[in-house]
């Protein structure tokens, strides 16, 4: 199994094996980042990756994930954005005792009743 040495930003260079890092691609922008556990200090490091290296990574063995943007992000957005007096009127309604019927029956606005 290949060494990969990697940069950890509290204790500096660490080895690691292919089998403790992993590539992350995003299939929308072809992005590439890289994470470990830093095997001194535990802390879950993340790196921007170029082609290049995300290459180099999957040819020593490196598994490569492929990741898709939340399908939210491409949802249209219409109607006025959600306030405070929203958020505490969900509370409200979720402490009530049949806020699911009522969500299911058309709702309506919510703190409308
Ligand atoms: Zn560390």
Redesign the pocket.
């Known amino acids: 199994m290949a060494t990969v040495r990697a940069s ?5 260079d ?1 080895e690691l094996t292919t089998r403790e890092v992993q590539v992350q691609v995003c299939s929308a922008t072809e992005e590439g980042t890289y994470s470990f556990l ?6 879950m ?1 993340n790196k921007p990756a170029e082609q290049r290296v995300v290459e180099l990574l999957v040819s020593a063995g490196v598994k490569v994930v492929n990741w898709d943007m939340p399908a939210e992000l491409s949802e249209p957005k219409c109607g006025p954005t959600i306030t405070y007096d929203d958020l505490l009127a969900f509370h409200f309604e979720l402490e009530s005792e049949n806020w699911f019927e009522h969500v299911i029956a058309g709702g309506g606005p919510l703190g409308s009743r």
Do not use: K, S
Not at 8 to 12: L, R, V, Y
Not at 38 to 43: A, F, G, K
């Open positions: 950890c930003p509290t204790c500096g660490v830093c095997p001194n200090c535990r802390l490091v």
